[in-house]
């Protein structure tokens, strides 16, 4: 049963005398499945890709206790700073893996010609991206927060930050995948585009932390990345749609 | 039908082609050559949407294409250079997906089998030969279930076998009262269908 | 009243206006920053807290404040080119970002310098600074993915996407930082405070604000001219201005 909202009238003008006017053959929650379940499955497929900017994470957050220093005292108080910071450049890092290979084989083009909503496509596209990505790093967080020797709270807290904000990032870097896909060798300038837009979501899943760290309430930054993720889920889709047809000319 | 009025475009410091129309009933073929780079493919996207030209407009049975295509009255297949195919998966789960997309029941058997396809549906499309990965493209094409029919240089590398089917199948398009747009630069039989003939790249 | 629009939107229309605008505009500019200067380094007394140091906000504020307005300026310019496919809003987009970036990095360095008599130091994490280097990067992001396209109508449309989504997440990003810097000020940071402001201290500010806006209209019209004619090179009236046949407006 095809759901009209979001495709532009149907049948529901009227004054066409087109006889084979047609609802697209699938309804909204068919196509972000049929187009989720596919890129999930490709993801999947290449999830040596998908695991380098998993690994990269793990080497940042290794890096600053052989950089500063390995006592507790100085790790606790730089962890929440540090994993976030590692968390937001692996999803730069993963982040040509959301449409230049479509670009390049030519799938993209296909959504183009599709009377679907494209941005409803791409938020499908990218949330199969973050599964794959940004579950990693949410999985992994605390486990390398315990050799920061961050206590329990400040972990669940850390992690729960994490599983707000990872989505927010990828959304918000999709926007530069998008601008970006047809470039060749853009990977720097893709990261330099994206960085300044998910500030506000370091500044806020670090801070987060570092309330529970304090044994204060972080709950007020939470409710913030919450309405960030909220905010992205509906304003993105439509700018990335735009940006792909740019790169797709 | 399929007009396309005062089409212009330029790439870089190129005028590619300026006030170009045509007009194509239903039925019909539109044979678009040249010499490369004069701006078939080009065209080819403009058609299809992909590509914004400078000024003029492409309409189907009066109305602008692309408000006809995302208002359903318009289905439409974009074959291009790139298979459109991830080569990650097979190719019934290639096509699976574009059938699940057109809202139809899985004909993909049957279309793999005409296609020839049978015997390696299930390996992944970059295990497959050039000439395996064009009728695989094509395979799609004919499972879009579209009107209009949009294919950039269809025959590459395929063999007397697959141009024979590439030809069957598109003669049986048009015969259903299809419209076809084929970019190439070498000739194919559209048997006793209308064949209107753009040529690019004149000065 | 719309042919008045659509002839402004024309390029040869446009090059030859803002020719004789840019005279109409620097002049002025360079008038009122004269007086301005003169009022502020001058006639306008020293602050009871910061002394003579204040001085500094008659540069510092006007190009902070023309940052965030060429930003501003830049994202309309592109919406209006990409809602409307006008050519001319992109080559105005396209003109405003070094200005723009100019103005942010007069005010960082002009904050640096106010920031050594009032904290010791040449950069505290200040939350207005902080913003102001983040806009730094936004606008060299932009200028960055201009130049990464070939194709001129890509490079408009992509980095006009680009421009509307920053000024959407500037304020985001403004309030964020300034949350932030609340967060950890210690009793040693003390803000950029423009002082309380009287009279005398604040027409020499207004004089240069509206100086420095006269002074980014002329050169953007001076640049946009440019950035047409390159545009443009290969049509009639481009050529002819190239070789000299037409008369060039004066300026």
Same mark, same amino acid.
């Given at each position: ?249 | ?203 | ?72 300026? *830049?994202? $309309?310019? &592109? =919406?209006?080119?990409? !809602?409307?496919?006008?050519?001319? +809003?992109? %080559?105005?987009? /396209? ?47 932009? *200028?960055? $993915?201009? &130049? =990464?396209?070939?194709? !001129?109508?890509?490079?408009?449309? +992509?980095? %006009?996407?680009? /421009? ?49 806006? $006269? ?37």
């Amino acid at each position: 049963m095809p759901v009209n909202s979001g495709t532009e009238a149907t049948a529901g003008t009227a004054a066409e005398a087109e006889t084979d006017s047609e609802a697209p053959a699938l309804g909204l929650l068919a196509l972000f499945w049929v187009v989720f379940e596919r890129d999930l499955r490709v993801g999947l497929r290449r999830w040596t890709d998908a695991s380098n900017s998993a690994l990269f994470f793990v080497l940042v957050v290794t890096l600053f206790p052989l950089a500063l220093s390995p006592r507790a005292e100085v790790l606790r108080t730089i962890a929440p700073g540090v994993l976030w910071i590692a968390a937001l450049l692996a999803t730069l890092l993963s982040l040509h893996l959301l449409f230049r290979a479509d670009l390049e084989d030519g799938t993209l083009e296909q959504l183009l010609t599709l009377p679907y909503p494209l941005g409803w496509m791409l938020l499908a596209k990218t949330s199969a991206h973050w599964i794959i990505t940004g579950i990693p790093l949410v999985v992994m967080a605390p486990i390398l927060a315990i050799t920061y020797h961050l206590p329990a709270n400040a972990l669940g807290v850390l992690t729960f930050s994490l599983l707000l904000g990872t989505p927010t990032l990828s959304l918000l870097g999709s926007i530069g995948a998008a601008l970006t896909a047809g470039l060749r060798g853009a990977g720097v300038l893709l990261a330099f585009i994206v960085a300044p837009l998910m500030l506000p979501v370091l500044i806020l899943g670090a801070r987060a932390t570092d309330l529970a760290l304090a044994g204060a309430d972080p709950t007020g930054p939470l409710y913030l990345l919450s309405a960030l993720l909220v905010l992205a889920v509906s304003l993105v889709p439509v700018v990335a749609a735009g940006a792909i047809r740019v790169s797709a000319d | 039908m399929l007009a396309g009025a005062g089409l212009t475009l330029w790439r870089g410091t190129t005028r590619l082609f300026e006030a170009l129309s045509f007009v194509l009933p239903s039925g019909a073929a539109l044979l678009i050559e040249g010499p490369n780079g004069a701006g078939k493919t080009t065209l080819l996207r403009v058609i299809a949407g992909l590509t914004m030209p400078e000024s003029g407009s492409i309409t189907w049975r009066g109305s602008a294409l692309t408000k006809q295509l995302q208002a359903g009255r318009l289905r439409l297949v974009f074959s291009g250079h790139a298979l459109g195919l991830k080569s990650e998966l097979s190719t019934r789960e290639n096509l699976r997906f574009f059938a699940r997309l057109a809202g139809l029941p899985a004909r993909v058997s049957e279309i793999l089998e005409a296609a020839g396809l049978s015997g390696c549906a299930d390996l992944d499309v970059r295990l497959l030969s050039a000439g395996q990965k064009r009728r695989a493209a094509l395979a799609r094409v004919l499972l879009s279930d579209a009107d209009l029919w949009l294919l950039d240089e269809p025959q590459t590398h395929l063999d007397t076998a697959g141009r024979q089917y590439l030809e069957e199948a598109i003669q049986g398009h048009l015969g259903r009262g299809g419209t076809v747009v084929v970019a190439a630069h070498q000739p194919l039989n559209f048997g006793s269908a209308a064949v209107t003939r753009l040529m690019l790249g004149d000065a | 009243m719309w042919t008045w629009f659509y002839r402004l939107a024309s390029p040869p229309h446009f090059y030859f206006l803002a020719g004789k605008l840019s005279s109409w505009l620097l002049i002025p500019a360079i008038i009122l920053v004269v007086i301005g200067t003169w009022g502020g380094l001058v006639l306008a007394p020293p602050d009871y807290q910061q002394g003579d140091a204040f001085r500094i906000i008659y540069v510092h504020v006007p190009s902070a404040y023309l940052s965030m307005m060429v930003y501003v300026t *830049m994202a $309309l310019a &592109g =919406a209006i080119g990409l !809602i409307w496919r006008i050519k001319l +809003a992109h %080559a105005v987009a /396209a003109s405003c970002a070094p200005i723009g970036a100019s103005f942010t990095f007069a005010a960082l360095v002009t904050g640096a310098v106010w920031g050594k008599p009032m904290w010791g130091t040449y950069w505290e994490w200040d939350p207005r600074l902080t913003s102001e280097l983040i806009l730094l990067f936004l606008y060299f992001g932009y *200028m960055g $993915l201009r &130049g =990464a396209f070939e194709d !001129i109508n890509q490079a408009d449309r +992509a980095s %006009a996407i680009l /421009a509307i989504a920053g000024v959407v997440n500037v304020p985001i990003i403004h309030f964020s930082v300034i949350w932030w810097a609340s967060l950890h000020q210690g009793p040693t940071l003390s803000k950029l405070e423009v002082p309380s402001i009287s009279g005398d201290m604040l027409w020499p500010l207004l004089t240069m604000i509206l100086a420095f806006t $006269l002074f980014f209209l002329g050169i953007l019209a001076m640049r946009v001219r440019g950035e047409v004619l390159e545009r443009e090179f290969q049509a009639r009236w481009a050529q002819d201005v190239l070789r000299g046949a037409s008369p060039m407006s004066a300026n």
